[in-house]
């Protein structure tokens, strides 16, 4: 069965870090690339950031010098650093994969919930 797992959101104040973990079954990981979307309320779910197998990385635009993406082979998980957070970073990150880098896959975690507010 598929699975994809997400954690590590919360409530942050600006300026402040969070890190977020994506944990996915080995059969999705090994073959795919894995990625962050997120949503706000009103708005459309966005890229936040997708990394393929072989380390190349997309990022969406409003997080780019702030957030970074990687990934841990070993333990089947992908990860979402975030510093610098803002206001308008507040949404609900949902981990993804798929087999394309610019595209997100079928596949959805269950979302995790980031606030940033003071």
């Known amino acids: 069965q598929v699975q994809l797992v997400e954690s590590g959101g919360g409530l942050v104040q600006p300026g402040g870090s969070l890190r977020l973990s994506c944990a996915a079954s080995g059969s999705i990981f090994n073959s795919r690339a894995m990625g962050w979307y997120r949503q706000a309320p009103g708005n459309q779910r966005e890229l936040v950031a997708r990394?393929?197998?072989?380390?190349?990385?997309n990022y969406g635009d409003s997080v780019k010098g702030r957030f970074t993406i990687s990934r841990d082979n070993a333990k089947n998980t992908v990860y979402l650093q975030m510093n610098n957070l803002r206001a308008d970073d507040t949404a609900v990150y949902y981990c993804n994969a798929g087999p394309r880098l610019d595209v997100p896959g079928v596949y959805w975690g269950q979302g995790t919930q980031v606030t940033v507010s003071s």
């Open positions: 990394i393929s197998r072989d380390d190349s990385i």
